[in-house]
């Protein structure tokens, strides 16, 4: 038995780096520049001392000019953002190596959903064990997986998804130690170490936040421990939860300068069409029957989709989804009120883990977007637990060895038809051009993505076509600030100051403390030879976001231009402290000096 599971194991690490071998050549695609690789705050081991002074380093943050999201996102995950310090470290800019580690994390959490399986339907023998094997292989080779893999800044839920699965095996140990009346230090070790891995599910990404509540369903559903008993064993746990939650409290307060629930609630809102926390719940119910959908069938799996928010509570798709998930809850509850003894507790545990996995990102805290593939990586593997005690159940049952080799047979079908997805789909992640292109072309009134692929179309240097999209997402309704900042941008380096103006002023009217708005109005009017109009904007634009350095290089030429020398000057030394200067402005700054020391003599 124990040169089977070798096998298998070697079976699961090489299929599944074999399937995602081809991503390591791969580009970087969307938030992983802003995240990862020219994200500020990893370029120095100092930025995870944030919690000696939080207030310092939200602040600081927001003084450069970088996004709230950003500073807010760091104190959250710290545990990821530290594996995106190590890759940066050892692999700069190479997109290989970090690919590597998201690909031994998939495979990481691959084993130990099938280590938790085993254990949880340990008394199922052979059934249990071939039923493990199943719903782990097909986790590691299923295409919805790729986008937390493939897509390098996903690394937040599959890093969650690994310590959530590893809390869970430990404390399933621990339980089954405590049952069988093992010593006190062992258990006491067992409870320390399952704890301070909650922890650190919790620091890699919000959803760890549930690990506590899915290991008291464990030892009561699956191990048929008692409630109370569960709840009891489990208080260390239980008592990790309110780190979030206070955490989340402090940074809306610094962030604010208040707290209030519709602050607290609304921190990732969309900006320029927020919903209400509970109507981006209840928009939310399709948006889990749709993840259970691909999950079971991923013949149509679409990346970004445009799901718009429910208009009416009598909409079909939210009484069928409402339908859905119900009848799938009321399934595992009679599972595991009639089968409990072979395995009907782990199905309703398993159906139970994915509704409760989606609760920090698919519920009352509103986000820019309905949906995204990512969001279903933990919450499946709750599913492919219940597939797991649903597998051993027929396998115990189907005694003919006919029937049991065409299990097997259908068992491997299925991983194959799903592998040869998964290479498909890592194809199609291959760029953010490409990607984005059939994103636009399924959905042409998507305004973010066409935000997206004219901002890749930027870095491409292909200004044309990037105006072109840009322009395509300010005609979609509800535009975010960032189209009008980007498509503003993109008309100054083509030179239609006149036209960037105007899309400048439009931006302005919805937003009119955006920091990069204000600068590129300053810079327009700069352009335009209206230097007092320029000045009000740039100087606002630094008022709003000092250590915005891009704004301190054309004010300091509007300083020079109306002959104050002095201002231009003590600007410009200001801009050189934060980084190196350009050449043009690098020479004045040298001229105004040599002036200054002349005039001093």
Known sequence: MRLLTVGIAALIVTLTT??????????????????????????????????????????????????????????????????????????????????????????????????????????????????????????????????????????????????????????TWQRRTAAAGGRPLLLAAQGIIAVLITLLAMLSKETGVVTPVLLVLAAWLALGEKCMDAIVAARGHLLCLPLLPLLLAAAVFICNSELSLTTYFNITNHPSAPLSPLHYAVSELPVWAAYLGVLLWPAHLRFDPLIPPLGSAWEPRLWIALLVCVALVAAGWIAWRRARASGGGVIFFGILWFFIALLPSSSIFPLPDLYAEHRSYLPSAGLFLALSAAFAWSWERLTQPRARRLMMAGAVACVTLLSVATLRRNDDLRDAVSLYRTVVA???????????????????????????????????????????????????????????????????????????????????????????????????????????????????????STKRPAEALNLLEQADRMRPLPEAEAKLLDELRQRASTATL
Not at 27 to 49: E, Q, R
Not at 53 to 70: M, V, Y
Not at 91 to 114: M, Q
């Open 18 to 171: 074999c399937l995602y071998a081809g991503t390591l050549r791969h580009d970087k695609i969307l938030d992983d520049t802003s995240y990862v690789f020219d994200n500020p705050l990893l370029a120095t081991g100092k930025s995870f001392l944030y919690p000696i002074s939080l207030t310092g380093f939200i602040t600081d943050a927001h003084h450069r000019g970088l996004p709230t999201d950003l500073s807010v996102n760091f104190v959250l995950r710290p545990v990821s953002y530290a594996s995106f310090f190590w890759n940066r470290v050892l692999n700069g800019s190479d997109t290989a190596g970090y690919r590597v580690v998201n690909t031994a994390i998939h495979v990481a959490n691959a084993l130990l959903l099938w280590l938790l399986a085993a254990r949880l339907l340990a008394g199922r023998g052979a059934a249990g064990y071939w039923g493990g094997a199943a719903a782990a292989l097909l986790f590691a080779v299923h295409p919805v997986m790729t986008e937390s893999v493939t897509y390098i800044t996903q690394r937040f839920e599959s890093l969650a998804t690994l310590f959530v699965l590893a809390a869970a095996c430990v404390w």
């Open 442 to 560: 399924e959905n042409p009134g998507h305004a973010r993505a066409w935000l997206i692929l004219g901002t890749e179309l930027v870095r491409r240097n292909d200004l044309q076509a990037a105006s072109e999209c840009l322009e395509k997402a300010l005609e979609c309704p509800n535009p975010s600030p960032h189209v009008f900042i980007n498509l503003g941008t993109v008309l100054l380096r083509q030179g239609h100051v006149a036209r960037a103006f105007e899309v400048t002023m439009r931006g302005l009217e919805q937003f009119p403390d955006q920091p990069k708005l204000l600068h590129n109005a300053g810079l327009a009017h700069f352009l335009s030879n209206r230097a007092l109009e320029a000045e009000k904007c740039l100087v606002r634009a630094l008022q709003l976001a000092p250590a915005h350095w891009e704004s301190a290089l054309p004010l300091s030429h509007v300083y020079h």
